[in-house]
């Protein structure tokens, strides 16, 4: 590389060439490659360097990663949930308590946990993953995701008229199945003993139903007192399909 300054008047001028030597007939000879003098000096000074086989564009060693949070799984989660109506279900507009209950969703198939667990994933300070920022709800507290939560269950029986309209039709076959979950708490009007599938004969439980289409798609959920029978369950769905579904 070569730079020539020409002086005209007040004025210099500077011309930068990327020029090669090579040998023709014994004799040496010089070929301009490129005209450089129109980059900027600094990046002049990076070829330069990069000629000069000096290394080029490493960090400086008073930098240093910080922290680094998961994005993969929370686009994958997110766009699926989008892409497959279920936000749409939420809200048909998109609002601060739509986008905390795509949250909560969200961090259910992510990495299931207490609505405290979840406000602490999406704390700036503490966060876990890009969840809060994706959703724009970073720093949100437990009594927002509690709220939201609320605003859910009272949208509970349209959501679920709004996807059997969808998945199911008369005629159709339908899939239920009963399970249930024990609980630690003290403020469940629903947890009962009963029969304990997880094992934990001391502790009481809720009792849940899932109604699906043929498909496997969910439809509904209803929550039973810890000591109902699974075939009591069952009356209640029929009641459902019949009545709020028109099947």
């Known amino acids: 590389m070569v730079t020539t300054k020409r002086v005209v008047g007040e004025k210099v001028y500077l011309t930068t060439l990327l020029r090669r030597t ?13 005209n450089l003098s ?8 990076v070829v330069k360097a ?15 990663c910080v922290r680094s949070l998961p994005h993969g799984h929370v686009a994958a989660v997110v766009g ?11 809200g048909s507009r998109r609002s601060r308590t739509r986008d905390l209950q795509e949250a909560l969703i969200a961090h259910r198939l992510i990495s299931p946990g207490s ?37 859910l269950l009272s949208r509970q029986k349209s959501i679920e008229a709004s996807l059997a309209k969808k998945h199911l039709q008369d005629g159709t076959l339908v ?5 249930s979950s024990y609980y630690t708490g003290e403020h469940c009007d629903l947890a009962r003993y009963g029969h304990n599938r997880d094992g934990k004969k001391r502790f009481p439980q809720i009792v849940y139903g899932l109604l699906c ?6 439809v509904t959920i209803e929550v039973f007192e810890g000591n109902t029978a699974d075939p009591n369950t069952l009356s209640a769905q029929i009641a459902k399909l ?4 028109g099947l």
């Open 22 to 34: 090579y040998r023709e007939n014994g004799k040496v000879k010089n070929e301009t490659l490129a």
């Open 115 to 151: 609505k405290l667990s979840l406000s602490r994933a999406l704390s700036p300070d503490t966060a876990t993953s890009t969840l809060g920022e994706v959703l724009g709800v970073a720093g949100a507290t437990e009594d927002e995701l509690y709220g939201a939560m609320d605003a």
């Open 175 to 179: 899939l239920y199945d009963v399970s």
């Open 80 to 90: 699926t949930m989008r892409g497959s109506g279920l936000t749409a279900l939420l």
């Open 38 to 45: 129109h980059l900027p000096p600094h990046i002049i000074e």
């Open 213 to 218: 289409a043929s498909d496997g798609c969910p």
């Open 242 to 245: 019949r009545e709020r579904f």
């Open 50 to 64: 990069g000629m000069s086989g000096q290394a080029v564009g490493v960090l400086s060693q008073d930098l240093a």
